[in-house]
């Protein structure tokens, strides 16, 4: 690691010279193949400068038109970075504090009324997210040709689905990824400042960081450099549509690689928050967040990949992927856009980290943790092997994950974990007890150069409780 950050400038080099030593070609094109990904671009940071810019495959898969350096890819959830650091601007400004509580902002939503900034910006708030409602899911259809959400949306129209739903659990007490957290401190952005969200995102964050290409999905229409979206059905290609009004600070933003790398330079290089607000943004929260390793700050998730602390986050619309990694001690970024909804970025993302630093992928070569129970081993095995092939036994399951699994979210994890191929190993990384369920990890590698985390976690009846695949 110590030699790494020594020759930062000899990196730039590498990466920045002729295509047939780029070394980030080969994994990223063997991804794209097997998980059929029409475009993709990357960039890397190395100490505060943008060192590599690639581009691969088309932006419109019907046009052929190849994707390059200014291409724009809808980024999801990487918005809730943004979000978050307008609040914790607003904060410094005086104009927000932390321990608000939504009946400061929105009276009008009486269940999540106590719930405060803090537990929203963490993901412990207990509000149901909008976008796992059946009302919701309801409304993707395909029109045209395309898929999409015909119906007009805005923050009243979403704020409707929730507002009469109980908490999914008391403020504080569990973490919860929900989209309608971001919605709502989007809101709060707007009544703080007295700006549009997209308007006070732009001055107070585009600006600052030299974002020249990005905008909101508002502004689709009018982009010419647009690629085009698309999700997977029955292992062919649909092109999408945008959100439709359906999104704000949750997931809006519509940007490129490099935009996306001058973001990360200007937080971390001091331009949008204050260190003290910065250390506060990345610091992990008390629960864990989608495995025994991982927690979250705010609008960032918090682990390490080959033994390297990874500060990051990733986002998924109807026809696209992102995702965008910081590695603190290193210095670097690595981010990710792609236009197949059902990709992952994380994985093309995580690929690209091993080309670059081979050393320290071989040395941090996955080993068994101690404990491991090898009949919950093979569980975990034939679980995978259940929802490949798209007939798990749901007797195993608890009623919520039973409830959570609808017919939509299980074709699209077949068709998601098929891309990937075969595993060829499986190692144990250990589990993590919590309200009497046991979260089981392992390590799972693919011939295509992919590893990913599985985590199982077994209610306390020894019932499936959540089972997840995530870099």
């Known amino acids: 690691m110590h030699a790494l950050r020594i020759v930062g400038a000899a990196l730039a080099v590498m990466l920045l010279g002729a295509a047939s030593s780029d070394p ?34 088309v932006q419109d898969v019907a046009t052929k038109s190849p994707v390059d350096d200014h291409t724009r890819f809808e980024i999801g959830s990487i918005t809730k970075q943004f979000t978050a650091a307008a609040i914790l601007q607003l904060k410094a400004a005086g104009k927000v504090r932390l321990d608000d509580t939504l009946a400061k902002y929105l009276p009008e939503y009486a269940a999540a009324k106590d719930v405060t900034i803090a537990q929203m910006l963490g993901q412990v708030s207990g509000i149901p997210d909008y976008t796992k409602q059946p009302a919701f899911i309801a409304m993707v259809a395909p029109i045209g040709g395309r898929l999409t959400i015909p119906q007009r949306g805005d923050f009243a129209a979403m704020l409707a689905i929730v507002r009469d739903k109980p908490l999914d659990f008391a403020p504080g007490t569990q973490w919860a990824y929900s989209n309608t957290n971001y919605e709502l401190l ?46 997977t059905d029955g292992g062919t290609l649909i092109p999408t549509r945008s959100f439709n009004g359906w999104t704000t600070g949750a997931g809006s933003i519509v940007s490129t690689a490099s935009d996306v790398a001058k973001w ?48 990051w986050h990733n986002g998924g619309t109807l026809g696209f992927a992102a995702s965008n990694e910081v590695y603190p001690a290193l210095s670097q970024a690595i981010v990710v856009l792609d236009n197949n909804a059902e990709s992952s970025t994380d994985a093309i993302a995580e690929a690209v980290f091993n080309a670059l630093h081979p050393d320290i992928a071989a040395a941090a070569a996955p080993t068994t943790a101690p404990g491991e129970d090898p009949a919950i081993t093979a569980r975990a095995k034939r679980v995978w092997n259940d929802l490949v092939a798209g007939h798990p036994d749901r007797s195993e399951y608890t009623d919520r994950f039973n409830a959570a699994m609808t017919p939509d979210v299980l074709a699209g994890a077949t068709e998601g974990l098929k891309r990937l191929g075969t595993p060829t190993t499986w190692t144990y990384a250990g589990s993590t007890a919590a309200g009497g369920a046991v979260s089981y990890d392992y390590r ?28």
């Open 444 to 471: 799972v590698q693919f011939a295509i150069g992919v590893t990913i985390t599985v985590t199982m976690t077994l209610a306390p009846d020894g019932k499936i409780a959540g089972y997840v695949a995530h870099a």
């Open 264 to 311: 990360d330079v200007a937080l971390f290089g001091g331009k949008i928050v204050s260190a003290d607000d910065l250390a506060l943004m990345t610091q992990p929260g008390a629960f864990t967040a989608l495995s025994a390793s991982m927690r979250y700050g705010f609008g960032w998730l918090i682990d390490a990949f080959e033994g390297q602390r990874r500060l």
């Open 186 to 231: 989007g809101r709060i952005v707007e009544i703080a400042s007295g700006m549009p969200w997209q308007a006070y995102v732009r001055a107070h964050i585009f600006v600052p960081a030299g974002m020249t290409e990005s905008g909101f999905m508002q502004d689709e229409p009018a982009m010419r450099d647009a690629a085009t979206g698309y999700a």
């Open 24 to 57: 980030v070609a080969s994994p990223v094109e063997k991804i794209m193949t097997a998980a059929r990904v029409p475009g993709v671009q990357v960039a890397v940071v190395d100490h505060g400068r943008i060192v590599a810019l690639h581009a691969y495959g």
